[in-house]
């Protein structure tokens, strides 16, 4: 029970930091700014910027994600909790893929 | 009851200068100069500006130009990379004044918009382009966005430049509008919300 509890743990700190990680990419924001309650509108320096976050969300899970479920997606949080509602190989391996995002 | 946000033509010089205003917020909240050279192009015939509208309340706007006799606003600096087009006879327009004030909504409905709050603009934007049959839908852009229009199937057509009257540096872009929607990213979800506001 404990293992699993430590397995989950690890698999959310792993989520957080992947998210964190292209928001940080992308708003041109340092990691160490993007506590949970932060609005990605405040982060973000205009609405080009706040598309391009989604878009890159949107190709580095390859499509998992529907508009339904972000669209009023507000914080860094939110999206962490999104994160965490989908598989764990899927985050880690978009994660990799963002290191050089597709043209 | 509040009503949902409409995007619409703007209709008169009051509405037109409220969505300058905003372009201009926009522009001095990055340190940039709004100008004015872009305001000759935006009152002839051959120009559209949409608003993004709330209970009366402008807080989002952009317009098109479509190619005359008296050119592009973005003819400035890529005059020469636009010739050969119009030489072809391609039809042209470009996408300037694009800008929404999110300060404006949150004063006004005490939240700020969705993070899809703009995709109407983009969407009207096209709609206009594919109804005045234009080829290529051009436009100048912050380098810091190159990544989104070429996610978007934008290619750049003019290396980087600077606009002095901005204090800007600018990349040219034009989207082929035929097949605008034969690009790969525009089949996901925000070429989908595209889709469906511009049948809206």
């Known amino acids: 029970m404990e293992a699993l509890i430590l397995r989950e743990e690890a698999h959310c700190m792993e989520t957080r930091d992947a998210v964190v990680e292209i928001i940080s990419q992308t708003l041109h924001v340092a990691p160490a700014e993007l506590a949970d309650d932060r609005k990605l509108v405040d982060l973000a320096e205009d609405s080009i910027a706040l598309f391009e976050l989604l878009i890159r969300f949107e190709q580095a899970l390859g499509g998992h994600i529907k508009y339904e479920d972000i669209a009023h997606i507000e914080t860094v949080g939110d999206v962490i909790a999104y994160a965490n509602t989908l598989p764990a190989d899927l985050l880690k391996s978009a994660f990799n893929r963002t290191q050089n995002p597709p043209l | ?200």
């Open chain 2, 1 to 200: 009851m509040s009503k949902d946000p409409e995007c619409r033509v703007l209709r008169n010089d009051s509405e037109r200068l409220a969505a300058r205003a905003i372009v201009k917020r926009a522009y001095e909240a990055q340190r940039y100069s709004a100008g004015s050279r872009i305001a000759q192009y935006l009152q002839g015939s051959h120009a559209v500006t949409f608003g993004l509208i709330r209970d009366e309340i402008l807080y989002g706007t952009i317009s098109v130009v479509v190619d005359s006799e008296q050119g592009l606003p973005m003819d400035t600096i890529y005059a020469d990379e636009l010739s050969p087009w119009r030489s072809l006879g391609e039809k042209l327009a470009e996408v300037v004044q694009f800008a929404v004030d999110h300060d404006v909504y949150a004063a006004a409905f005490g939240t700020k918009p969705t993070l899809f709050g703009a995709v109407p603009l983009f969407a009207a934007a096209l709609s206009h382009a594919l109804a005045k049959n234009i080829d290529y839908l051009c436009i100048s852009i912050n380098p810091k966005h190159d990544h989104f229009y070429n996610m978007l199937g934008f290619k750049q057509i003019g290396a980087r430049k600077q606009y002095e009257s901005v204090g800007a540096p600018a990349i040219a872009y034009a989207l082929y509008v035929p097949e605008w929607d034969k690009h790969g990213s525009t089949k996901g979800f925000f070429g989908k919300e595209i889709l469906k506001h511009m049948a809206v």
